[in-house]
């Protein structure tokens, strides 16, 4: 047993690539994108450290091209859950009781294996699998995630330092144990950093997961897989069970060894899993945890005095990147009548300019949806805008899966501030503007409040510090994450830690010492120098 105290240094953040032309990460991208394209991989279970094969398959296909195979997953239900949670309950006995530094260590090796050797298998995994661009791709899949792993590392040696006050005569200490049983981590296609965090950042603490990743990003997340492996994660630590949500889902939850769910998706999805877990409160051995992160109808509100060409650029990226599927993508706009048409004309020019394609050809701006499921639900939002007398399309509207799940840019103008692509969320490139009178600021705010059930992103614009006040104040419980001046994007850990309240989820800030605090459980101990040896008190001396 060492008998030292260890410091992680506190991190800096991973350094984004540009992909410039003549760089040299352009080159070696460009390179491993061929050679994934020209392979088919077969993508098993892993339980307990052993590649397992159900027979039960499904072909993995490029969104952006989806006549082009790229793996065969084999996928999971109740007999590999039930073999995989014996996995993890066995893999605990020593993972849990493992010095926190030897734990830190791997994950600390992944973020160099992430940044070094494996950046590239990572990057074109992910934009083959969920279309992504080359810098879309960079920030999530490398940078972020070695965020997440090097800065989880440091948040949680901070969290061990915190210890009670002792008085003279005895010794208050706190230990910071993982749960008992295993956290159920179910994880979202559209950001891998996020996939891999959600059974890491749990396991980091002594816990053991079971890691069930959405069929549409399961390629680069195996790819994951198989990087924590040589990082030296333990057999069993962190089980990986591609599935649909009920074959996977209810298993785990039904299991009485449930100790937390990390989740992000969808908020139905999110609502079914708590209710079952509810239901099954009885039965399990501990509280689980819940932790979740859903949906989003996030926004730009600007004031008369906002700097347009700022707002113009803001709601482009943040519309359109990555295809407007991030849960804190720009869905629903608010502008003054003043600044309208020169918004209008300028957001129009720009938008003309953005190339649409395959993730390879580094000139495109935005790729594919990520499935046809996507793909019809985004263009019937786009089909009942065309349709209504409240609403019409100013730019864009135009769609077609013939060989990728291909959606344009769209703005849409609403008469009506209730409008349905107001309100609810479409988590596609489709970008909702109300237009309002300047001197109907206050009530519009109050639209912006209370139009949506999410509270996830928003962002501002003004250049009156006295109305950014006001809307900073009005707007205090509308999102989660906040931003100035700035698009509503792009969280970077360590610096925005990232999550909504609301119907977006319980905040629980991924990227930040909050979340791992959900996954500890504190044992309080106190220890007497001088124990007492008379129960009497001197009250009672007299009567």
Wanted: glycine fraction near 6%; charged fraction near 25%; aromatic fraction near 12%.
């Amino acid at each position: 047993m060492a008998n030292a105290y260890f410091e992680i240094r506190e991190p800096k953040n991973e350094p984004v690539k540009s992909y410039a032309p003549g760089t040299p990460e352009r080159k070696e991208l460009k390179k491993e994108l061929e050679r994934q394209k020209s392979q088919v991989i077969e993508i098993p279970a892993i339980i307990g450290g052993k590649e397992v094969k159900t027979g039960r398959t499904e072909d993995v296909n490029i969104p952006h091209n989806h006549s082009h195979k790229l793996a065969t997953v084999h996928l999971c239900g109740e007999k590999e859950v039930d073999m995989a949670i014996e996995s993890a309950l066995e893999a605990r006995k020593k993972w849990a009781a493992m010095p926190w530094e030897h734990r830190v260590s791997i994950f600390k090796k992944a973020a160099d294996l992430l940044s070094g050797p494996w950046r590239y298998k990572m990057n074109a995994a992910t934009m083959l699998g969920q279309s992504k661009t080359a810098y879309q791709s960079e920030i999530d899949a490398i940078a972020e995630l070695a965020d997440f792993f090097r800065f989880n590392a440091y948040y949680l040696t901070e969290i061990y330092k915190d210890q009670p006050y002792s008085p003279d005569g005895m010794w208050n200490r706190s230990e910071y144990r993982p749960l008992e049983g295993f956290v159920f981590a179910v994880t979202p296609f559209n950001f891998s950093s996020i996939a891999v965090n959600l059974p890491t950042a749990p396991a980091l603490c002594g816990n053991v997961s079971l890691w069930k990743p959405a069929t549409t990003s399961v390629y680069s997340s195996y790819f994951a897989m198989q990087m924590l492996k040589e990082a030296g994660l333990p057999d069993g630590v962190i089980n990986f069970l591609p599935g649909h949500g009920a074959d996977v889902g209810n298993p785990a939850i039904n299991s009485e060894h449930l100790s937390g769910l990390h989740f992000t998706g969808s908020t139905g999805t999110f609502q079914h899993l708590w209710k079952s877990i509810a239901d099954n409160i009885k039965k399990y051995r501990t509280y689980p945890r819940i932790v979740g992160e859903t949906g989003g109808k996030d926004f730009i509100f600007a004031h008369k005095s906002a700097d347009v060409d700022a707002v113009v650029i803001a709601a482009l990226r943040a519309a359109y990147e990555y295809q407007g599927q991030k849960c804190s993508a720009a869905s629903r706009m608010y502008l003054p009548e003043s600044i309208w048409p020169e918004f209008k004309k300028k957001f129009t020019e720009e938008v003309g300019k953005i190339k649409m394609g395959e993730a390879e050809d580094f000139r495109n701006f935005m790729t594919a949806v990520i499935d046809q499921k996507a793909f019809d639900s985004i263009t019937e939002y786009i089909d009942y805008a065309k349709e209504s007398d409240d609403a019409e399309i100013l730019i864009g509207g135009g769609y077609d899966d013939s060989e990728g799940y291909f959606i344009e840019p769209t703005l849409v103008q609403a008469h009506d501030p209730k409008f349905k692509t107001m309100e609810e969320e479409i988590f596609g490139p489709v970008l909702t503007v109300y237009v309002y009178e300047d001197d109907k600021f206050d009530e519009t705010l109050e639209l912006c409040d209370t139009t949506s059930p999410y509270a996830l992103t928003g962002a501002i614009f003004s250049q009156d510090r006295y109305a950014l006040n006001k809307m900073a104040e009005y707007l205090n419980q509308a999102a989660g994450n906040f931003y100035i001046n700035d698009k509503p994007t792009a969280a970077v850990v360590n610096q925005q830690p990232f999550g909504g309240a609301r119907k977006s989820g319980t905040n629980d800030k991924a990227g930040s010492a909050a979340n791992l605090m959900r996954w500890i459980s504190v044992r309080s101990i106190k220890e007497s120098q001088n124990p007492p040896k008379d129960w009497t008190y001197p009250f009672m001396g007299e009567k």
